[in-house]
T-cell receptor, first 114, second 112 residues
């Protein structure tokens, strides 16, 4: 186990569905991140939460809505997605957003939009 | 523009055949350079952080080095279990804002 747990591991959803991705960490970290990973592209940062406050929204479409109820949990709410949103969605955590130690990643949610 | 470029895109090695992966970067205010390993269907796993030119870190068959423009991940006598995608990332600070930039990775396949 990596210390960062993501559920579900796989998700297939229609374009009109609403679903949520969940991320949980028990490492005592104060920063949590959502990344999108598509084939042959660098990891794309979507959102950053530092001490439960959103500090970065990297021009992400509003059909993706993050939620961070506490420092251990992070959600990504999905609605009205497009096929091009199909990707691996990764959650990561670090001591805080300015930390220059490595991130701890979860195993990701493989999302397919049909 | 801040940029991280990894090469080669893919690499096939015979077991025991040593080689190096390259990560070149153009950023201002470098705070650290990171190497990760990613296995299929999993998230990246942290390997090393390098903070300044001349620094080296080692872990088993892997050795990472850093200059002012690039980093190398040297793999000595690789084994099939070293097959994975290796990602490089840099953290930079610019006007008080932190940026964490990933490369596209090198897919390594080690043949028995």
């Amino acid at each position: 186990e990596t210390g960062v747990t993501q559920t579900p591991r796989h998700l297939v959803m229609g374009m009109t569905n609403k679903k949520s991705l969940k991320c949980e960490q028990h490492l005592g970290h104060n920063a949590m991140y959502w990344y999108k990973q598509s084939a042959k592209k660098p990891l794309e940062l979507m959102f950053v939460y530092n001490f439960k406050e959103q500090t970065e929204n990297n021009s992400v479409p509003s059909r993706f809505s993050p939620e961070c109820p506490n420092s251990s949990h992070l959600f990504l709410h999905l609605h009205t997605l497009q096929p091009e949103d199909s990707a691996l969605y990764l959650c990561a955590s670090s001591q805080d957003a300015g930390s220059n130690y490595g991130y701890t990643f979860g195993s990701g949610t493989r999302l397919t939009v049909v | 523009e801040d940029q991280v470029t990894q090469s080669p895109e893919a690499l096939r090695l015979q077991e025991g055949e040593s080689s190096s992966l390259n990560c070149s970067y153009t950023v201002s205010g470098l705070r650290g350079l990171f190497w990760y390993r990613q296995d299929p269907g999993k998230g990246p796993e942290f390997l090393f952080t390098l903070y300044s030119a001349g620094e080296e870190k080692e872990k088993e068959r892997l050795k990472a080095t850093l200059t002012k423009k690039e980093s190398f991940l040297h793999i000595t006598a690789p084994k099939p279990e070293d097959s994975a995608t290796y990602l490089c990332a840099v953290q930079a600070i610019n006007s008080g804002t932190y940026k964490y930039i990933f490369g596209t990775g090198t897919r390594l396949k080690v043949l028995a």
